[in-house]
């Protein structure tokens, strides 16, 4: 198809007929692709967003929203420009960036011919620029307004739980109110006219990501993570921008090798985008969608191979001031956290509040398991509690050893004042509704006293082991004691 190999289709599968348990296997655990439908029926969303033609409701946006200001990269143009331009050059991996109120996005799109543009002869690009209004905080934006409910499939997500409570960065000097790098959340509303796209890349931090179609058609191409090095350069540094360019194949020689997955995915359907899954998406109608990145104990590891890949990138090509540079390994850091999103402090502080979270939910149920019998069996909610402590310790174990944790950083993590603060017990609290989703048991009020008092008698276990932690190797002992602490219990019981 228009240059490129089809080698198949993507599964798609009714979500009402799908167990949380097969879900995992068939696909997240494989890290498989797949189309979810009939799972967004109650969603406010798809209603209030959608006219009686099935088209977006774009007047209800411009009167409910239309104040909305979209920081850049929210809002990008597709235009044939880019398409001219070396897909070898940086200044164009990304499509070319304005920024507007929703307003005047809805304007600009209703003057637009829409009918021009689309997918067709000229490779989904036109000569006339197609306004995409992209990566939208709606739901940090308006949080009275409950447009759509999460899916319980993908609800499992470490990245905005934590980031309800916490900034991701602890660096005032990287930390800007409104900069992407301080992202608020990763949860997005994008809408495109007929003829709008994305340019090929994998998502942030190599996360997953779900997008659900409110109403529109999207056509995906999608590469599986074992041919990603087809669509780069000879030297492994840069991506194609639009597959269906007029490709080098001097300077892409391995592009012509790639096979990918289509898929057409149609109004109330969800696709769940694994780790590192390359992807061109273009919009087949008008349409608006709901996008989530995230990250959970099944895909840590490709988010912590990422950030190796992109420090050591960014090491290499400041290596020549090492001698003369006061705190080299600092620099290193905050060029990490401005091109990845993260640096390695952010991600261990992460690390640990997750695992402290993770260990007052687990001492909380598997003490008081007797007592919460009555509402069936909790323990696969403790199962997963134990599998998210275990996945961070084998991350944990692969950081303790970079050179940034080598000597004395100057930080801890103090985990009895950190188990006082507020801020840690709505995390809590939010690790436990997505269990009781996740699992369909109803354990929040068995819990709610003991985060809400901070009476866990998992602070015994913080007390014992130690007051803070400092350091990946002090997380995995942590680690270590808590769950040693929870077969004890087992045992006991």
């Given at each position: 198809?228009?240059?490129?190999?089809?080698?198949?289709?993507?599964?798609?599968?009714?979500?009402?007929?799908?167990?949380?348990?097969?879900?995992?296997?068939?696909?997240?655990?494989?890290?498989?692709?797949?189309?979810?439908?009939?799972?967004?029926?109650?969603?406010?969303?798809?209603?209030?967003?959608?006219?009686?033609?099935?088209?977006?409701?774009?007047?209800?946006?411009?009167?409910?929203?239309?104040?909305?200001?979209?920081?850049?990269p929210?809002?990008?143009?597709?235009?044939?420009?880019?398409?001219?331009?070396?897909?070898?050059?940086?200044?164009?991996?990304?499509?070319?960036?304005?920024?507007?109120?929703?307003?005047?996005?809805?304007?600009?799109?209703?003057?637009?011919?829409?009918?021009?543009?689309?997918?067709?002869?000229n490779?989904?690009?036109?000569?006339?620029?197609?306004?995409?209004?992209?990566?939208?905080?709606?739901?940090?934006?308006?949080?009275?307004y409950?447009?759509?409910?999460?899916?319980?499939?993908?609800?499992?997500?470490?990245?905005?739980?934590?980031?309800?409570?916490?900034?991701?960065?602890?660096?005032?000097?990287?930390?800007?109110?409104?900069?992407?790098?301080?992202?608020?959340?990763y949860?997005?509303?994008?809408?495109?006219?007929?003829?709008?796209?994305?340019?090929?890349?994998?998502?942030?931090f190599?996360?997953?990501?779900?997008?659900?179609?409110?109403?529109g058609?999207?056509?995906w191409?999608?590469?599986?993570?074992?041919?990603?090095?087809?669509?780069?350069?000879?030297?492994?540094?840069?991506?194609?921008?639009n597959?269906?360019?007029?490709?080098?194949?001097?300077?892409?020689?391995?592009?012509?090798?790639?096979?990918?997955?289509?898929?057409?995915?149609?109004?109330n359907?969800?696709?769940?985008?694994?780790?590192?899954?390359?992807?061109?998406?273009?919009?087949?109608?008008?349409?608006?969608?709901?996008?989530?990145?995230?990250?959970?104990?099944?895909?840590?590891?490709?988010?912590?191979?990422?950030?190796?890949?992109?420090?050591?990138?960014a090491?290499?090509?400041?290596?020549?001031?090492?001698d003369?540079?006061?705190?080299?390994?600092?620099?290193?850091?905050?060029?990490?956290?401005?091109?990845t999103?993260?640096?390695?402090?952010?991600?261990?502080?992460?690390?640990?509040?997750?695992?402290?979270?993770?260990?007052?939910?687990?001492?909380?149920?598997?003490?008081?398991?007797?007592?919460?019998?009555?509402?069936?069996?909790?323990?696969?909610?403790?199962?997963?509690?134990?599998?998210?402590l275990?996945?961070?310790?084998?991350?944990?174990?692969?950081?303790?050893?970079?050179?940034?944790?080598?000597?004395d950083?100057?930080?801890?993590?103090?985990?009895?004042?950190?188990?006082?603060?507020?801020?840690?017990s709505?995390?809590?609290?939010?690790?436990?509704?997505?269990?009781?989703?996740?699992?369909?048991?109803?354990?929040?009020?068995?819990?709610?006293?003991?985060?809400?008092?901070?009476?866990?008698?998992?602070?015994?276990?913080?007390?014992?082991?130690?007051?803070?932690?400092?350091?990946?190797?002090?997380l995995?002992?942590?680690?270590?004691?808590?769950?040693?602490e929870?077969?004890?219990?087992?045992?006991?019981?």
């Amino acid at each position: 198809m228009m240059g490129i190999e089809i080698c198949g289709k993507i599964d798609k599968v009714n979500g009402k007929g799908l167990s949380y348990k097969e879900f995992v296997e068939r696909y997240m655990e494989k890290n498989k692709p797949v189309v979810l439908t009939g799972l967004m029926d109650d969603w406010k969303a798809c209603s209030d967003w959608v006219d009686e033609n099935g088209q977006p409701n774009l007047s209800f946006f411009s009167t409910h929203f239309g104040k909305s200001r979209v920081q850049s990269p929210s809002f990008a143009i597709s235009d044939s420009y880019h398409k001219k331009q070396n897909c070898s050059t940086k200044e164009f991996t990304d499509q070319k960036r304005v920024e507007m109120s929703v307003s005047e996005f809805i304007d600009q799109w209703c003057k637009e011919p829409i009918q021009e543009h689309g997918l067709s002869s000229n490779n989904g690009l036109t000569d006339k620029s197609v306004l995409y209004l992209k990566d939208w905080h709606f739901v940090k934006e308006y949080l009275n307004y409950t447009a759509y409910s999460t899916p319980h499939f993908v609800c499992d997500d470490w990245l905005n739980l934590y980031l309800d409570s916490y900034r991701m960065h602890r660096d005032p000097d990287s930390y800007q109110e409104k900069d992407e790098i301080s992202c608020s959340d990763y949860r997005f509303v994008y809408m495109g006219a007929k003829g709008s796209w994305t340019p090929l890349h994998a998502d942030v931090f190599r996360s997953y990501s779900w997008s659900a179609n409110v109403c529109g058609k999207k056509q995906w191409f999608l590469l599986p993570p074992s041919q990603s090095h087809l669509v780069f350069d000879r030297n492994m540094k840069a991506c194609i921008y639009n597959i269906f360019d007029d490709i080098s194949e001097y300077l892409f020689p391995g592009f012509k090798k790639a096979t990918w997955l289509e898929c057409i995915q149609e109004q109330n359907e969800i696709i769940f985008v694994p780790s590192g899954w390359y992807h061109q998406v273009h919009n087949l109608d008008d349409t608006v969608s709901i996008n989530h990145n995230w990250f959970n104990s099944y895909n840590l590891c490709w988010v912590l191979d990422l950030m190796l890949r992109d420090y050591n990138e960014a090491k290499e090509y400041i290596e020549d001031i090492r001698d003369i540079c006061d705190d080299f390994e600092g620099l290193c850091q905050r060029n990490l956290a401005a091109n990845t999103g993260m640096n390695f402090y952010d991600f261990f502080i992460f690390l640990a509040r997750f695992s402290l979270a993770n260990s007052v939910v687990l001492d909380t149920l598997a003490r008081d398991a007797e007592n919460i019998a009555g509402i069936g069996s909790i323990s696969p909610i403790i199962q997963q509690l134990v599998q998210n402590l275990s996945s961070i310790q084998k991350i944990a174990l692969k950081m303790k050893f970079l050179e940034c944790f080598s000597g004395d950083q100057g930080f801890m993590l103090d985990l009895v004042e950190t188990h006082k603060n507020p801020k840690f017990s709505k995390l809590c609290y939010s690790l436990i509704r997505t269990c009781e989703s996740i699992h369909n048991r109803q354990v929040l009020s068995f819990c709610s006293k003991t985060v809400a008092t901070q009476d866990s008698r998992t602070s015994i276990v913080i007390q014992n082991f130690c007051d803070a932690v400092s350091s990946p190797q002090d997380l995995v002992k942590y680690i270590d004691t808590v769950l040693t602490e929870h077969t004890s219990i087992e045992s006991s019981e």
